[in-house]
């Protein structure tokens, strides 16, 4: 803990560690920002991987490797948004509006609730992160065998995400829901840390495979001051704009520092803060 705090909140200038009790009790994670994915990689785990430097290399290498592919599907899944949003769209906006975006990866771990704290939760689901939306333009999460992952429907109803080796779960964020005057969804979602008690088990006994949880999200943004405007082929003839203009980065300061609109914690979204 000493080490992790080393890259934390409060202590260091990189602020690249987010410890327990942020974003909830079970949380925490590690920031890793391109276009550099291999410096901003290796400046966090040197401080934490001192006596290690091979370790400290080969997990900056990992990361790069990652966030060189991460970047290279997010820019095909907005091509294809971008398509399906309308004809010829591809062509006209992904030069001129998405070619400044830029990735960072959030490695993430959940701790196991213990036994009390289950107990405190209705029927045992504590949630692991609470519901919120991405202040990204998509953001492409990637959840182990463990699982947990939710997702809101339309009509307010928890859908299970399944966790399976190999698959990717690509989000909408707050900035293309804005972009897109709404016609894409921002969508809600949560991380729920299931029960272990074992139902079929009357002696109380817990399942032993238990174990923490880690996921890896990558959020794809639009450049700090870009001005996020809905353009006219998007709004449609007869259509109205939802959304003010507004600066990427006001919005991001918005939603870092507002208290209900902190991250990870509430939905508190760019409707919010442009919506008309
Ligand atoms: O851990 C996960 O599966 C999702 C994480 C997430 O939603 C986030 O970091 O914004
Ligand atoms: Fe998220």
């Known amino acids: 803990m000493e080490s992790k705090l080393k890259v934390g909140p409060s202590s260091s200038i990189l602020n690249t560690y987010t410890p327990h009790f942020i974003a909830s009790p079970f949380f925490e994670s590690f920031k890793v920002s391109g276009p550099d994915f291999y410096a901003s990689a290796h400046m966090t785990s040197s401080q934490l991987l001192l006596q290690n ?7 900056s290498e990992t990361m790069k490797e990652y966030g060189r592919k991460m970047t290279e599907l997010s820019k095909r ?10 004809e010829g ?18 490695i993430i771990n959940y701790s196991i609730p213990t036994m009390e704290e289950e107990e405190e939760e209705e029927e045992g689901e504590v949630e692991g992160l609470g519901m919120h939306t991405d202040m990204s333009c998509i953001t492409i999460v990637y959840q182990d065998e463990v699982g947990g992952l939710q997702v809101r429907s339309k009509e307010g109803k928890w859908m299970d995400i399944k966790a399976c080796e190999g698959r990717l779960v690509v989000n909408i964020g707050d900035l293309m829901q804005a972009w897109s005057n709404g016609k894409l969804r921002s969508s809600q979602h949560r991380v729920v840390l299931k029960k272990r008690r074992n139902h079929n088990d009357n002696s109380n006994n817990y399942v032993k495979k238990k174990k ?9 943004c639009f450049e700090d001051e870009k001005v996020i405007y809905a353009p006219d ?14 600066l990427c980065s006001d919005y991001l300061k918005f939603r870092q520092s507002s208290e209900r609109g902190r991250f990870e914690k509430v939905g508190y979204t760019a409707k919010d803060f442009a919506g008309i």
Do not use: D, Q
């Open 233 to 246: 082929e998007v709004v449609g003839e007869g259509g109205f704009r939802v959304y003010k203009p507004f």
């Open 212 to 220: 923490n949880r880690f996921s890896v999200a990558f959020f794809w």
């Open 77 to 86: 899944i907005m091509e294809i948004v971008l398509m399906i949003m309308g």
């Open 89 to 106: 769209f591809g062509e006209k906006f992904y030069e001129s509006e998405f070619a400044k975006c830029h990735g960072y990866l959030r």
């Open 53 to 59: 430097k091979t370790t400290s290399e080969l997990f």
